[in-house]
Nanobody, 128 residues
Framework: VQLQASGGGLVQAGGSLRLSCVAS????????VGWFRQAPGKEREFVAA???????????FYADSVKGRFTVSRDNAANTVHLQMNSLKPEDTAVYYC???????????????????WGQGTLVTVSS
């Protein structure tokens, strides 16, 4: 499985961006997708994660710092998961990564070590 993250860029505070994570090499049916970010000089941190099963929508968790501003969604036809980011703040500046667990888990993990596949990252810069 290969993951390709895209959609990053430069945006002013208060603006929006939508990140996309496209999976290739495997049709996503039951899986968990996590979003993580790493700001300069800081450790990688959890942003959001969603789980989907063949017959169930699963759960979505958000970090407290993004709750109410970020939303995870999926496009099955495109084998893609999106991260809609609204009301962006300068402290959201980071490289954003998507990651995949190719099986269904009721409560999607927030630890990056739980994820099997990683995208290359996309840079989000929020100016004040």
């Amino acid at each position: 499985v290969q993951l390709q993250a895209s959609g990053g860029g430069l945006v002013q505070a208060g603006g929006s961006l939508r990140l996309s994570c496209v999976a290739s090499g495997r049709t996503l049916i039951s899986y968990v997708v996590g979003w993580f970010r790493q700001a300069p000089g800081k450790e990688r941190e959890f942003v959001a994660a969603s789980s989907w099963g063949r017959w169930t929508a699963g759960s979505t968790f958000y970090a407290d710092s993004v709750k109410g501003r970020f939303t995870v969604s999926r496009d099955n036809a495109a084998n893609t998961v999106h991260l809609q980011m609204n009301s962006l703040k300068p402290e959201d500046t980071a490289v954003y990564y998507c990651a995949l667990i190719p099986r269904y888990i009721v409560a999607p993990p927030q630890e990056d070590t739980e994820y099997d596949y990683w995208g290359q990252g996309t840079l989000v810069t929020v100016s004040s």
